[in-house]
């Protein structure tokens, strides 16, 4: 079964509109970690923000934010006022505080319309 | 601030040839992560080492091995090289709690 879920494989967004991308979890972990990462065509893998599954406020990044719902098991990345260089894949990954790997979604490919 | 570094950044090799990737975490960072990436695919976790111990082992292969020396940084040696070990390898380090995961650049390898 998939642990992280990315159910959009593709948005396109105008710039200068706020996007939400989506990722549901699965883990029977009472302590995890959610993550999401930026993969621009050049390749590197950038990290955006985290969340602890005790962390009661949703994370903030600057112009991103973490909305966080856990009963839901779903960790959505909320990206303000969108910018052409937000055009890219985006990873939501989680890492069960039992091992030290990331589980990885498939990645939603975003790309910002001018 | 410094980064986690990667080389070489590119990687020319011919099927059945060896290749030793390179990564330098980021100061103080004691854990090392390795993942492997396809064309199109989310990253595969392969190997990480804490403190200069292999910690958890993910899909590597048996031609692949690596290792974390005494001043942190980590090589993964791959032999017998098959076209489908073509792809990007990152590695990634972190520091306890492991709230933030830091990728280098990459290495993209290409079997020819």
């Known amino acids: 079964a998939q642990k992280i879920t990315q159910t959009q494989p593709g948005m396109f967004v105008q710039e200068k509109e706020a996007v939400t991308l989506d990722c549901t979890y699965d883990?029977?972990?009472?302590?995890?970690?959610l993550f999401w990462y930026k993969q621009p065509s050049s390749g590197e893998m950038i990290f955006l923000i985290y969340?602890?599954?005790?962390d009661e406020q949703n994370a903030t990044e600057g112009r991103y934010s973490l909305n966080f719902q856990k009963a839901r098991k779903s960790a959505n990345l909320v990206i303000s006022a969108s910018q052409l260089g937000d055009s890219a894949m985006y990873f939501c990954?989680?890492?069960?505080?039992?091992?030290?790997?990331?589980?990885w979604g498939a990645g939603t490919k975003l790309i910002i319309k001018p | 601030a410094a980064g986690v570094i990667q080389s070489p950044r590119h990687l020319i090799k011919e099927k059945r040839e060896t290749a030793t990737l390179k990564c330098y975490p980021i100061?103080?960072?004691?854990?090392v992560y390795w993942y492997q990436q396809g064309p199109g695919q989310d990253p595969q976790f392969l190997i990480s080492?804490?403190?200069?111990?292999?910690?958890d082992k993910g899909s590597i292969p048996d031609r692949f091995s690596a290792q974390q020396f005494s001043d942190y940084h980590s090589e993964l040696n791959m032999s017998s090289l098959e076209l489908g070990d073509s792809a990007l390898y990152f590695c990634?380090?972190?520091?306890?709690?492991?709230?933030?995961?830091?990728f280098g650049s990459g290495t993209q390898l290409s079997v020819l």
């Open positions: 969340q602890g599954s005790y």
């Open positions: 080492f804490y403190e200069k111990m292999q910690s």
């Open positions: 990634a380090s972190s520091l306890p709690p492991r709230e933030k995961l830091f």
């Open positions: 100061p103080r960072h004691d854990t």
């Open positions: 883990t029977s972990d009472q302590s995890y970690g």
């Open positions: 990954a989680m890492r069960e505080d039992s091992n030290y790997q990331l589980i």
